[in-house]
């Protein structure tokens, strides 16, 4: 029986599926709900990040303090659309789901996450690169399926 249960999202249809497969195949677990904030991966683009916003007087290739909350303003508003779509999932079964918003690159946190909190299982997405993007940067449930701690379930 499977008691802690670790969700991971960046709000992809993939990823609201697995929150529905957590709920249906664990009813009883306690169910997080985690989304990472990731200024070089999934929700921002490397070409986004990279681009430097210049103020008077700043180096070439610098990126602005200006920027930075910017970014960290729309990340924050993007996993609040996130947490809000989970909690209404869990609500229409009848539960409640806890959600942590982290800082930091998804396979780490997650592999974190899922260490401190003790849980039972992962369940997450296949996937939400594609292409070159997934070549270059990696899989992140690959990662999280070779390093995990504790079972993972991949949904497609």
């Not at 180096?59 to 990340?75: I, K, L, M």
């Not at 009848?94 to 780490?108: I, R």
């Amino acid at each position: 029986m499977q008691k802690r249960v670790l969700v991971p999202t960046e709000g992809s249809p993939l990823s609201k599926k697995a929150l529905e497969t957590a709920l249906t195949d664990y009813p009883e677990a306690e169910i997080f709900v985690l989304h990472v904030m990731d200024p070089i991966g999934s929700g921002t683009s490397f070409i986004d990040v990279m681009r430097p916003k210049f103020k008077d007087g700043a180096p070439p290739g610098s990126v602005t303090t200006e920027y930075w909350r910017e970014w960290r303003d729309e990340a924050e508003a993007k996993a609040d659309k996130v947490f809000d779509d989970a909690r209404k999932t869990a609500e229409e079964h009848g539960v409640s789901v806890e959600t942590v918003l982290e800082f930091g690159e998804p396979d780490e946190v997650i592999l974190e996450y899922a260490e401190e909190k003790d849980v039972d299982r992962v369940v997450m997405g296949s996937h939400c690169r594609t292409g070159a993007e997934r070549f270059l940067l990696g899989s992140v449930a690959e990662k999280v399926v070779r390093r995990a701690p504790v079972p993972v379930m991949i949904v497609r």
